[in-house]
């Protein structure tokens, strides 16, 4: 399993990011890929995912301004970032759910200052 995630970089309060996420090596399946991130000291959080059955899930703090999407064609998930907010500062990490195992990208970094 590879995934290769793209899309992070710096905004200000308030603008927009769109993060995308190749996935290879596997029959592709966004129903068990997902969107997590890492703070600086904070513990790795999910972001969105999918549930199965093409049903999201999201963190409290990103609903309504952060959307999960898929384009099963290109073997890739997206994540649409509106509204960004300082807080949203992280490194972006996608997930697969494969065998019993989670597998991960290498993270992009997303910045927004205020």
């Known amino acids: 399993v590879q995934l290769v995630e793209s899309g992070g970089g710096s905004a200000q309060f308030g603008g927009s990011l769109r993060l995308s996420c190749v996935a290879s090596?596997?029959?592709?399946?966004?129903?068990?890929m997902g969107w997590y991130r890492q703070a600086p000291g904070k513990e790795r959080e999910v972001v969105a995912r999918?549930?199965?059955?093409?049903?999201?899930e999201y963190v409290d703090s990103v609903k309504g301004r952060f959307t999960i999407s898929r384009d099963n064609a290109k073997n890739t998930i997206y994540l649409e970032m509106n509204s960004l907010k300082p807080d949203d500062t992280a490194v972006y990490y996608c997930s697969r759910l494969y065998g019993g195992l989670t597998f991960w990208g290498q993270g992009t970094q997303v910045s927004v200052s205020s």
């Open positions: 090596g596997t029959p592709f399946d966004a129903n068990r």
């Open positions: 999918y549930t199965g059955g093409g049903s999201t």
